[in-house]
Structures are given as structure tokens and as C-alpha cells.
């Protein structure tokens, strides 16, 4: 059932992405001490008829996990798919409306918020609050900044914070907080340096997980 859900993910996130195919698609490979990463994230405003930005802004990121001490049963690979529309209208000042679906391993999440962004060519500011629409739901607030300034004609520094936090309705389930940061270079398409992942897990009491290593992107 699982492989059935991340195969009709995988299809769903081409069919979209042969749609937007002129938006730039930043492709990162994340190497750690303890696992090793693979994601795609971008995002993109629906062409109105005029072929001009309409207020529609498609967000998509596929994210797939491998854990070195990977074995048949244990530490198995994780995937995560995340689907967004939002409605951003010019008197907003960035805020809008958001739908999100989220697809992982465990199951389909289907979840709506407020969302503001905030994207430029040195800099972009992208984050929302969103609710799941089932029973028990977890309330996602999730942050990312980057900025990218220019250091010579060819070279720019690149920064990236992200920050995903799920906090549970329910007494039962745990706490979840996971920070991504990313600092290096970019030339051209290219953007590589070092970078570390920070988890944490649990309630009462909490599991840390630190991942550091270094990345590559390239923007396709």
C-alpha cells in the first residue's frame, strides 16, 4: 500500500512538473554523518492567458531520506511529497490562502492555513500555518529564508535557514522540530557548502538527531 502511495506520488509530482517546466528546479544532495538526502523544491506562479503571473503560486517539494545503517526491516528509506496552491492577490501584501497535501510514507495529509512569501532574485521569504483537516490534527508551521547577495560578478554567498515545526493536538502523539541550515557559494547554476540538519522528537522528553555534512544543488 505504502509503494503504491509513493509511486502515485512520484507520478502526480511529474505530471506537475512537465506543466511548470520553465521554473527554475533546484536539485540538492545532502551528504551527513548519518544519512544522506536528496530534494527538490521550487516554486511557481500559474501563467494566466495574457502568459503573464496569475495569483495562483504552486509550491512542490519531494524530499526522500536514506540512513546509512539501513538494513531490511529497520532505518528503510523515508520520502516525503508536499503539494501546495496558495492564492495571492496584490492587496495581501504577500499573505494568501494555502491548500497543501502532503503524502509520506505513513499516509496522505491533506491540510489548509495562511501562507506569505516573499520571493525575489536575492532573496526569498516563504512560510505558512497550516492545519490538517482529519481527526486529531497537527498544526505545521513551517519557515524558510534564503539569501543569496552578491560577492563578485560571478560569485554569490548562499544562506538557507529552514524550519519545520509540528505541534499535535492530541496529548498522545509528540512534539516534532526539525532545522535545516545551509551556508556556501553559488556560481551560476551551482550552489554548494556545508550545512547541518537538526531534529528533535518527543514530548515530555526529547530525541536529538544532528546530521552535519555538505551539499550540492543545482538548478535545472
Given amino acids: 500500500m505504502q509503494f503504491q502511495i509513493n509511486m502515485f506520488s512520484v507520478i502526480a509530482a511529474m505530471i506537475l512538473l512537465r506543466g511548470i517546466a520553465v521554473a527554475q528546479i533546484p536539485v540538492e544532495v ?3 554523518v548519518k544519512n544522506a ?28 531520506s536514506i540512513d546509512y545503517k539501513m538494513t ?12 501546495a496552491i496558495s492564492y495571492n492577490h496584490q492587496k495581501l501584501k504577500g499573505f494568501a490562502v494555502v491548500a497543501v497535501v502532503q503524502i509520506f510514507n505513513k499516509g496522505v495529509y491533506p491540510k489548509a492555513g495562511l501562507q506569505f512569501s516573499r520571493i525575489h532574485k536575492d532573496y526569498t521569504i516563504f512560510c505558512w500555518l497550516v492545519c490538517e483537516t482529519l481527526g486529531n490534527p497537527k498544526i505545521d508551521f ?3 529564508g534564503r539569501y543569496t547577495p552578491k560577492l563578485t560578478e ?3 554567498l548562499f544562506t538557507q535557514i529552514e524550519s519545520v515545526n509540528t505541534l499535535p ?9 526539525v532545522q535545516r541550515i545551509r551556508v556556501g557559494l553559488k556560481l551560476k547554476e551551482f550552489q554548494f557548502g556545508t550545512g547541518i540538519d537538526l531534529v528533535e522528537n518527543g514530548r515530555l522528553t526529547y530525541l536529538n538527531t544532528n546530521n552535519a555534512g555538505g551539499f550540492l544543488r543545482y538548478e535545472f
Fill in 30 to 32: 545532502f551528504g551527513g
Fill in 37 to 64: 538526502t536528496i530534494d527538490i523544491m521550487f516554486f511557481k506562479f500559474f501563467k494566466n492567458k495574457a502568459k503573464q503571473n496569475s495569483e495562483f503560486l504552486f509550491f512542490n517539494r519531494n524530499r526522500a
Fill in 72 to 83: 531490511e526491516t529497520t532505518n528503510l528509506p523515508q520520502f516525503g511529497f508536499t503539494e
Fill in 142 to 144: 513551517f519557515f524558510l
Fill in 154 to 156: 560571478r560569485l554569490n
Fill in 169 to 177: 493536538s492530541a496529548t498522545k502523539n509528540n512534539f516534532n522540530f
